[in-house]
């Protein structure tokens, strides 16, 4: 559990320092910005389809978990990023907003990644947790500028940021506990699930960000993240 939560904490911390490097440079909404977002999107996206899907596809064995787990988290994070937990309908598009409730639900999808590759009995991947990190930077850079816009203190931002990491810790550390005695039907469920919300929230925050910032150079950025974190899987064996 200790070693769990220890690399849910390296995870998380990309969090606390994508709020420092925005403080220090006040990047605000930049071409440099879109293109660190849209390599964690391809980061994302290539774990997310090499580690996770794939880990719960081999537990599930063709019972179907699966595919219930992605549209369950696909439709829970659309509910979340459209505002339809507020009213709005999901067909409309959504409106980026730093609420903490987004971003929290994004840190528990890839806390749920880093358990899934601790469970799979190879331990972690520096393929997945570069992903995880690689996501944590751009979204707290993008959203640092907007928070202290809206009337938060430098201090209060980074106690947020710092949340975050600690939120990421305790929830690999809390899944890691709860999934290794769990069935593996249900391992592959949760899995899934994680990764029908991280493949919603990349589509429809992550890379609409991107290209606002970058423009076709986000579309570049998203090859490059996909290949280095496949990359990175295919030289450590798949492991």
Known sequence: MLQAFGWGLIAGSSYFLGGLLALRWRVGNSVLLGILTGLGAGALLS???YK????AGRLAGGSGYVGVGLIGGAMATAW???G???GRRLSEPPVHEPKFLVIGLSVVAEAIVITGALLSGYGISAAVLAAVFLCGVPEAMADTGPLRKSGMTTRHVMSAWLAMTFLCAASVAVFT???RAAPPEVVAFALAFAGGGILTNVTTRMIPEGLRDAGAATGIAIAVGFGLSFALVEILGGH
């Not at 996770?52 to 880990?55: H, I, M, R, T, Y």
């Open 47 to 49: 774990a997310v389809a």
């Open 80 to 82: 979340v990023v459209t």
């Open 52 to 55: 996770l899907v794939a880990e």
């Open 177 to 179: 506990v709860l999934l």
């Open 84 to 86: 339809a937990v507020r």
